[in-house]
T-cell receptor
């Protein structure tokens, strides 16, 4: 049990739709990051939130957006879904001595 | 840009040692992590090393860092079938509050009985 919970675990969406993925941690940390892991690849950094502000972003278009709430839970929103958005989406709570990842949400876009 | 390279596949016999190698490009990485991923699962932190260290040992795991060559390795002693998984090295790029982990494609470790 990592202490980081992601929901839902699996999701199927149609191209063009919008999706919201959620992440929460038992202990609450002020840094949360999101990663996209395509099949057979390593995770790619999407963005990071620190105290409810986005403070770092990878090479992802603006249709990928996020929120962090006062209780340190977080959401990843993706608009106008494309087939290539099919991937495992991972959130991680930021700790210097080891970022802790959730089990991920498997998103399939058809 | 930042990049991480790992060999894609390693096969060993149960009881042998496994050595997984990684090279990276960001010389300013202060923390370098090793993660394990089992099929269909998230990432499990195995260990980390700080950039001013050459070696770190943690039970069956030994991490070696050659900062000059930007080379990191993970040695697993007495490898077991339960160690079969994908292993990622992940240097931290940037500061502790704004940094991001850089992942390569990972090394698939196959342990044969």
């Amino acid at each position: 049990e990592t202490g980081v919970t992601q929901s839902p675990t699996h999701l199927i969406k149609t191209r063009g739709q919008q999706v919201t993925l959620r992440c929460s941690s038992q202990s609450g940390h002020n840094t949360v990051s999101w990663y996209q892991q395509a099949l057979g690849q390593g995770p790619q950094f999407i963005f990071q939130y620190y105290r409810e502000e986005e403070n770092g972003r990878g090479n992802f278009p603006p249709r990928f957006s996020g929120l962090q709430f006062p209780n340190y839970s977080s959401e990843l929103n993706v608009n106008a879904l494309e087939l290539d958005d099919s991937a495992l989406y991972l959130c991680a709570i930021g700790q210097l001595y080891g970022y802790t990842f959730g089990s991920g949400t498997r998103l399939t876009v058809v | 840009g930042e990049d991480v390279e790992q060999s894609l596949f390693l096969s060993v016999r149960e009881g042998d040692s496994s050595v997984i190698n990684c090279t990276y490009t960001d010389s300013s990485s202060t923390y370098l992590y090793w993660y394990k991923q089992e099929p269909g699962a998230g990432l499990q932190l195995l260990t980390y090393i700080f950039s001013n260290m050459d070696m770190k040992q943690d039970q069956r795991l030994t991490v070696l860092l050659n900062k000059k060559d930007k080379h990191l390795s993970l040695r697993i002693a007495d490898t077991q079938t339960g160690d079969s998984a994908i292993y990622f090295c992940a240097p931290l790029s940037g500061s502790s509050n704004t940094g991001k982990l850089i992942f390569g494609q990972g090394t698939t470790l196959q342990v044969k009985p």
